[in-house]
């Protein structure tokens, strides 16, 4: 390694390096706290005036970071949000934790990327290492990031700075997993960016695993929630299954899941949310149709997933046909509507579909949720409704879509009407008398 390179990996032991995190969303936000914490300058850098406002107040909007911890940070000097994309050129290390989603046509979606690029190639100075952490498409740190970084030909990667990828894992609510105790894994466009890279995480995240290429650590990140994606999706099915032949799905996946070797438990659901699964799958399956290859496992995983919202709506048709009632007109709750239990994130959320395909049908649809005061989707403006014993008793059905633990089960137990329970939650609370309406 090179001089530059000895002395950024020098100044980050020291703690004498400035960070920059761009955007402050789920990811970055925790992440230029943990920095912060570690005592290093940390500057964030957001698009949003908000969320640049109530960082710089020390007002978290992020649930896994508490106001009072980010509050600290700020108090303390050690971290600051900006609008001024200009100041990219003041930090040393760049971590790149923007939004990748998908557009219209399902095809990744990296403007987002291109824009922080463009920001950084205005900016970029000698001794800087820029690591992209947003998921996308093995290829996009070499063959997007770096001809834009280096195409005036002042500076070159390796030598005068270091490019880096290395996906989040950032998994909102989860009480054992955060930042620090979850390994990381990197990737450099050469050996001295991933090394560079390394001791720049290694400061705040217990265990650093080095790959190869960049290119390594863009799949690892697609693998990972592709493997999920598939075996969700395997569980979903067999929930299908089960249904049809009149099996309780659940009692065969925790059979199934005492078998101490060859076998992972993933359980079914009302279909897929969150930022992660229902996306990175398409990332790589539109790669390799750039290289004539169609990833067919992983296609129909997605296929399969997607149709899950339906199939719940239709099974609380089923059950309103059991009562002698048609969709139309019929009082449905649906209870949650985050995507996962325990967070107010509602991105990708299958709440959204069953609560607009179920209001396509006529039905006067209503939800609960306590940590989702509001939601607009499709052109619907609602707002969670109080759970009580007067409006479950309105209620023609009841469709358990986030099984939160601040929820008042007792109540929905008590209330007599027919609820399909997508989680098992009621199962799993010991109610046997709403084992026919769940989900498979």
Not at 242 to 250: A, E, P, Q
Not at 299 to 322: C, F, G, Q, T, W
Request: aromatic share 6%; glycine share 8%.
């Amino acid at each position: 390694m090179n001089a530059l390179a000895e002395g950024l990996i020098s100044r980050f032991e020291k703690r004498e390096a400035q960070v920059g995190i761009v955007g402050l969303g789920y990811v970055g936000l925790p992440l230029a706290v943990e920095f912060a914490d570690e005592g290093f300058s940390v500057i964030g850098f957001e698009v949003s005036e908000s969320k640049v406002k109530s960082v710089n107040q020390g007002r978290s909007y992020v649930g896994d970071v508490p106001s009072d911890r980010l509050a600290a940070c700020v108090g303390a000097g050690r971290l600051e949000a900006t609008l001024d994309y200009g100041r990219l050129g003041e930090v040393d290390a760049i971590c790149i934790c923007v939004p990748t989603p998908l557009n219209k046509t399902g095809d990744p979606d990296v403007s987002y990327i291109i824009s922080v690029t463009e920001s950084i190639r205005k900016t970029i100075r000698a001794g800087q290492v820029i690591v992209l952490e947003s998921t996308t498409y093995p290829g996009t740190t070499r063959e997007l990031m770096l001809p834009a970084l280096s195409d005036d030909g002042r500076l070159e990667v390796g030598e005068d700075f270091f490019l880096a990828f290395s996906p989040e894992r950032v998994d909102p609510s989860n009480p054992v997993y955060g930042i620090r105790n979850t390994p990381k894994v990197v990737g450099g466009i050469s050996e001295a960016c991933c090394e560079v890279a390394r001791a720049l995480y290694s400061t705040v995240i217990e265990k650093v695993i080095v790959v190869g290429s960049t290119e390594a650590a863009e799949l690892t990140k697609l693998l990972e929630n592709t493997f999920r994606s598939v075996n969700i999706a395997l569980a979903n099915e067999m929930s299908i299954v089960c249904d049809k032949l009149g099996v309780d799905v659940w009692e065969v996946i925790e059979a199934a899941s005492s078998k101490p070797f060859g076998f992972m438990k993933f359980t079914p659901g009302p279909g897929l949310g969150g930022h992660c699964i229902p996306v990175d799958p398409h990332y790589l399956s539109w790669k390799m149709k750039t290289l004539d290859y169609k990833t067919r496992l992983v296609e129909l995983a997605s296929e399969i997933n997607a149709e899950m919202p339906r199939y719940v709506a239709e099974k609380a048709a089923d059950l309103l046909n059991a009562q002698g009632k048609p969709v139309k007109g019929a009082m449905v709750l649906v209870v949650g509507a985050a995507y996962k239990r325990d967070t107010a994130d509602t991105r990708e959320s299958p709440a959204l579909d069953i609560i607009q395909l179920l209001a396509g049908k006529g039905a006067q649809v209503s939800y609960h949720d306590p940590l989702v005061p509001s939601l607009a989707h499709e052109g619907q403006d609602l707002e969670s409704v109080p759970l009580s014993e007067a409006l479950l008793a309105e209620s023609d059905v009841i469709v358990i879509v986030t099984d939160h633990s601040a929820i008042d089960y007792n109540l929905l137990r008590r209330c007599g009407q027919p609820i399909l329970d997508t989680r098992n939650v009621m199962g799993r609370k010991g109610s046997p008398a709403v084992a026919a309406a769940r989900v498979g």
